[in-house]
């Protein structure tokens, strides 16, 4: 790279975009956005294309990453650009070199650490900088995680999250990436994925525990029902506010809520959106026990150890026994509520809601 004269060459140029493409980590959107505004300007000056409606979320960002850009000569931006390739590829290759020892690198997920030790199977949710939000890549990493441990040899199975959050639910930046068929087959591919996810939750074999270490927020709360033990730090709270996002229960939380706290309560929640404390949860039955949070992993850890050392097959055997007969009435369930959710996620009141938190306009 002719980094002393301070001008890249066409060379530099093609070499830097090179560099990107080989990237081993996801640099962020945000650098994403950067690379394509210089690239545009770089190769096709200041930006004099139609501003993309408010809904084309994606196009609309790239539009206001290009148009910043104004009237920056197109070889400062070349030359912005491999400046910026060049580092990036250095401080991701750097950063990478320092995790092989860690659980992600060893098991292959880049969402969650997962960890199997005294009979327990442990799958952490690992994006704490995003509050543990859920997206698409960590809706298949959970799928396959549960598929692994119901395999494996533990004989307990606990979900949990690190950081200050359990999880802020659905990542709301997983409807902003809008395939070819638009918006219609976006709504469509995540009802198929999450029924799947849910689905995995309803079929799991072994007992599954909660660890709620703080606060949690729509269908990271919902699949609580489907969990056999929940037990909640005293910072945890427990959100679902779906009618604030336009949308409607999932988890099979319409059915699962309703038997745990009964409907008036469940609607409190589900309809109204009431945020609960953990002991509200614990009163209503949603939590198994709350800690507080000094003493939160240790006395927790210590229940699940012995736990563990019952017999595995007769914790998985009581668990069909408790668990089977309703099955077949939570796929069904879970079927309708994505179904109804496909048609609420193209509504206009889903879309102002997401729109308004992307734009930083809202938060819960
Ligand atoms: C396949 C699709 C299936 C869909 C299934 C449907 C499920 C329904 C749901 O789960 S509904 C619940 C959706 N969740 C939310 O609406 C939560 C939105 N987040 C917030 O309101 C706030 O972030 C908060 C209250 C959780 C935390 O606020 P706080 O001020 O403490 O922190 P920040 O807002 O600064 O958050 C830190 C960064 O994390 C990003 N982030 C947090 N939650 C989400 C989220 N759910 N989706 C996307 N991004 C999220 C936030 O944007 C900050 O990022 P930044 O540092 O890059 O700005």
Redesign the pocket.
């Known amino acids: 790279m002719n980094r002393t004269a301070m001008r890249a060459s066409q060379k530099d140029f093609e070499n830097a975009m090179n560099q990107v493409k080989l990237l081993k980590k996801d640099p962020g959107n ?1 650098v994403k956005l950067k690379l394509y505004a210089l690239y545009k300007q770089a190769t096709e000056g200041p930006c004099n294309m139609p501003k993309p409606g408010v809904f084309d979320l994606i196009n609309k960002a790239k539009w206001d990453a290009w148009n910043t850009l104004g009237s920056l000569p197109k070889e400062t931006a070349r030359q912005n650009y491999v400046d910026l390739a060049s580092s990036l590829s250095s401080s991701l290759e750097s950063s990478s070199q320092v995790e092989p020892g860690t659980d992600r690198k060893s098991t292959g997920y880049e969402t969650l650490m997962v960890t199997s030790e005294d009979g327990i199977t442990k799958i952490t949710l690992n994006r704490p ?3 543990n ?4 890549e960590m ?1 298949h990493e959970i799928m396959r995680a549960l598929k692994a441990a119901s395999k494996d040899d533990s004989s307990i199975t606990v979900l949990t999250g690190n950081g ?2 359990y999880s ?8 902003t990436d809008i395939p070819p068929g638009g918006v219609e087959e976006k709504a469509k ?3 198929i ?2 029924r799947e ?1 849910v689905g995995c939750f309803i079929d799991f074999p072994k007992p599954l525990i909660a660890m709620v270490n703080g ?1 949690a ?4 709360v ?1 699949i609580l029902g489907l969990f056999d033990a929940v037990y909640a730090s005293d910072r945890a709270t427990f959100h ?3 009618s ?2 336009g ?1 409607s229960p ?2 099979c939380s319409s059915y699962t809520f309703l038997k745990i706290m009964g409907p008036a309560k469940a609607t409190e929640m589900l309809v109204f959106g009431k945020k609960l404390t953990a002991g509200e949860a614990c009163a209503q039955g949603l939590v198994t026990e709350v800690f507080p949070d000094s003493t939160f992993q240790k006395e927790v850890w210590t229940r699940l150890k012995a736990f563990a050392k019952l017999p595995p097959n007769a914790m998985r055997i009581s668990k069909e026994v408790i668990r089977n007969r309703e099955k077949e009435k939570l796929h069904a369930v879970n079927a309708e509520e994505c179904s109804v ?1 496909q048609e609420r996620w193209l509504s206009d009141e889903c879309m102002n ?1 997401v729109v308004n ?2 734009s ?1 306009k ?3």
């Open positions: 945000e900088a995003k509050k939000a859920i997206n698409v809706y200050d959050y802020s639910g659905n990542d709301l930046t997983n409807f591919n995540s009802a994925l999450l996810f606060p927020v729509g269908i990271s919902t679902t506010p779906f604030h996002l949308q999932e988890g959710l809601a938190f992307l930083r809202s938060k819960l």
